[in-house]
């Protein structure tokens, strides 16, 4: 890796350097502690431009009060390694002042894509994430962005935001990257202890039970949802949500689509799992 700047004006100076050179930027925008998956999206990155940029930036704005803000880990010596190992030429790390300075007061929102799902239970959470990423889009500059599908509401609502605001940016969902055993990879799976970590796979279960049943024919939305919901509700402590709703406009889904997107949500102790499956257009999880 070349450099990480902590400063705005530099991060964006030196993305507008990066496209004078006559260089596509490929952005991958992650909060830290990067996994595998956080990897994956800078391999994207790579295949659709040449000049990477990674910003870390742990967003004090998505997080509602009793949320895991401070919980969130930190661990940017690895994540600049990971960035070095893979490639990455610029990393721009901000402090939280330098991206709400005092005075701060403007908000992004989007009406509808936020309403359901994530947007029942964490009902502040994507005006902050449309906010940052906003002020991410901005200093960057014409790009192509890579978020991953695991956060399958924020992709949607992302690539409404890049649309709507006319924005110079390609927002691309990149696959759900999972252990061998299916369960998705996430930074909050460090918390799961052994037993937890054991019992998350009541998730893979359910997703896998409503995939087979699509595989085998099966088309009723309610049904699909009731299949991937028994063995989630058996595992884990408490489950905000399983749901099926149309991939595209995340409303309520009508029998006979082509796909189907079932998300999920839940609990084990102090840890928040989600987790998604298109039927119809994903493989088996
Ligand atoms: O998905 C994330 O890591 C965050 O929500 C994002 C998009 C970087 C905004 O802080």
Request: hydrophobic fraction near 40%.
């Amino acid at each position: 890796m070349r450099k990480v700047v902590r400063k705005p004006a530099e991060f964006r100076q030196a993305c507008d350097a990066a496209r004078a050179k006559g260089n596509q930027v490929g952005l991958v925008p992650p909060m830290g502690a990067l996994h595998d998956g956080h990897l994956s999206l800078i391999d994207e990155a790579k295949r659709l431009a040449d000049f990477i940029v990674v910003t870390v930036f742990v967003n004090p704005l998505q997080f509602a009060p009793g949320e895991d803000l401070d919980r969130s880990p930190r661990t940017l010596e690895d994540d600049l390694d990971g960035c070095r190992v893979r490639g990455v030429h610029l990393v721009f790390v901000p402090e939280p002042d330098a991206m709400y300075p005092a005075g701060f007061q403007t908000q992004v929102s989007i009406a509808e894509l936020t309403q359901p799902l994530e947007g029942r239970f964490r009902p502040e959470h994507f005006d902050g994430v449309t906010t940052v990423v906003t002020k991410l889009f901005n200093l960057t500059g014409s790009c192509a962005a890579c978020f991953g599908r695991k956060d399958y509401q924020q992709w949607k609502i992302l690539e409404r935001l890049a649309r709507d605001l006319d924005m110079p940016v390609k927002v691309v969902g990149c696959p759900i990257v999972r252990e061998p055993d299916g369960l998705a990879l996430s930074s909050r799976n460090r918390y799961l202890s052994p037993t937890e970590r054991e019992r998350a796979l009541g998730i893979v279960s359910g997703l896998r039970a409503a995939h087979d049943a699509w595989k085998d024919g099966l088309r009723d939305p309610t049904e699909l949802q009731a299949i991937a919901e028994r063995p989630i509700e058996a595992a884990f402590d408490r489950v905000d949500y399983v749901a099926a709703a149309d991939p595209d406009t995340l409303e309520a889904p009508t029998s006979g689509e082509k796909s189907l997107l079932i998300a999920v949500a839940a609990h084990l102790g102090a840890t928040r799992l989600i987790d998604n499956v298109v039927l119809g257009r994903d493989p088996r999880p």
